[in-house]
């Protein structure tokens, strides 16, 4: 019995010990320089590098999607060991060449600098996406790289899962300090118990983030939290937008928390709903200290206690707002610290914002950059902005004449900017089903005539873009 005993126990052991084995094993091809990257190919190969701090100056590039389920079983339930640590850091380039990194597990809520990569410095990486992510740490905790500092550079990647912690957490990046972040996104959830809580990035520090967005929710037990990010400090972004749902305490913003000392935001947007006790906008809670807000709106609605605005809870220490605009139906709110209240039918109309100077495609007097679009479709009717890929629709015909000249029927309208061709549909009955008919006619510009048959019939426009 006791021989029995001891080897069940022994299987046991051996067992317990194999749930939490990983396999290391070196690239098969490549050798970490800029003409010859290291590859990574699999899990394996994932986690040489985390564990090689010397080879984290070099150069890599992943072949292959990567399932990273396994790492829920590694070190003691711990998980993945992020690559690059506080002193050791990660310095090299990872190109992530379209491919994703599934299922990335990490538990250490006592440990900073957690994410696929925990501390890059003046690195490089690109093309990479991390989904599935289920991380959780202290500070500095990001689904993609918990501190992201000195001049590194991540464009288009992305994340989406879950990122939790104390302070810094983000989405993708917990601290970008000194960076920049370019095309890249997050939909995952962030949770912070503490300060600076971002859809996208925790706090973002001396830094840029351009033509990126995050659509996830955030929550921050504490201040600062933003549906993008938690504070914006000497910072700028552009050209991006967050769409979540926000809630918080102080400083809670539907894009940013707390714009501070010198930071803009420019052709930007929110749309999600914010809810805090103080210092609480449906795109910015607070914005201090000689930072700015241009070209850029808000549709969420926004709930609080104290210092409550539809665009801007509170705007001080010449700070400027211009140019800009909340939804004062759907925000609940008629007052903000700074921009300008529309309802939902004058923010879903163009000339709201080009009469204010936004630059959009198919106009040309406020520049020819076309930062933004709109049509009656996309984005719930409101702007978006032009690297979000939609069409810019053409309007509705306007001003339509149809009379009879001689012999025939005759249509007219008014130019419709966007407009490649028109279509004339027809029908016996206001009721009955319109055909096109544009064919049995001819066009002349905005006009289009045709031989009447018939001694009743309606007629419609419709103008298109194809």
Known sequence: MKKQMLIVLLLMIITTAGMWAQTTTPPAAGDGTSGN?????????????????????????????????????????????????????????????????????????????????????????????????NI????????????????????????????????????????????????????????????????????????????????GSVTGSDNYTGGLVGINNSSTITNSYSTGSVNGTYYIGGLVGYNFYYSNITNSYSTGSVNGTYYIGGLVGK???????????????????????GLVGQNQIFSTIANSFWDTQTSGRSYSAGGTGKTTAEMQTMSTFTNAGWD?????????????????????????????????????????????????IQITWDAVVNANSYIIFASNEPAGTFTDVSNSGTFVGESWSDAITETKKFYYVKASSD
Not at 169 to 196: E, F, H, P, R, W
Not at 288 to 305: A, E, F, L, P
């Open 37 to 133: 990257p290291y590859q990574i190919a699999s899990l394996d190969n994932l986690a040489w590098l985390s564990q090689n701090s010397g080879e984290w100056d070099k150069y890599y590039i992943q072949t292959a999607d990567i399932d990273a389920t396994d790492t829920q079983n590694w070190n003691s339930g711990e998980g993945f060991s992020p690559i690059g640590n506080n002193p050791d850091f990660f310095t090299g380039s990872y190109d992530g060449q379209g491919y994703e990194t599934d299922g990335l597990y990490i538990n250490r809520p006592s440990n900073d600098y957690q994410g696929l990569f925990g501390y890059t410095y003046g690195a490089e990486i690109s093309n990479l996406g991390v989904t599935n992510t």
């Open 136 to 215: 959780t740490g202290l500070n500095r905790i990001g689904g993609l790289v918990g501190y992201n500092v000195s001049n590194s550079t991540i464009t288009n990647s992305y994340s989406t899962g879950s990122v939790s912690g104390g302070s810094m957490i983000g989405g993708l990046v917990g601290i970008n300090n000194s960076s920049t972040i370019t095309n890249s996104y997050s939909t995952g959830s962030a949770t912070g118990s503490s300060y600076y809580t971002g859809g996208l990035v925790g706090s973002n520090f001396i830094s840029t983030i351009i033509n990126s967005y995050s659509t």
């Open 287 to 309: 914005s201090y200290h000689y930072s700015n807000i241009t070209n850029s709106y808000s549709t969420g609605s926004v709930s609080g206690s104290s210092y409550i605005g």
């Open 360 to 408: 959009f495609m198919g106009e040309t007097a406020n520049g020819t950059d076309d930062y933004w679009g709109i049509n009656r479709v996309d984005n719930d009717a409101y702007p978006w902005l032009s690297w979000q890929g939609y069409s810019l629709a053409p309007e509705i015909p306007q001003n339509v004449v149809i009379e009879i000249v001689g012999t025939n």
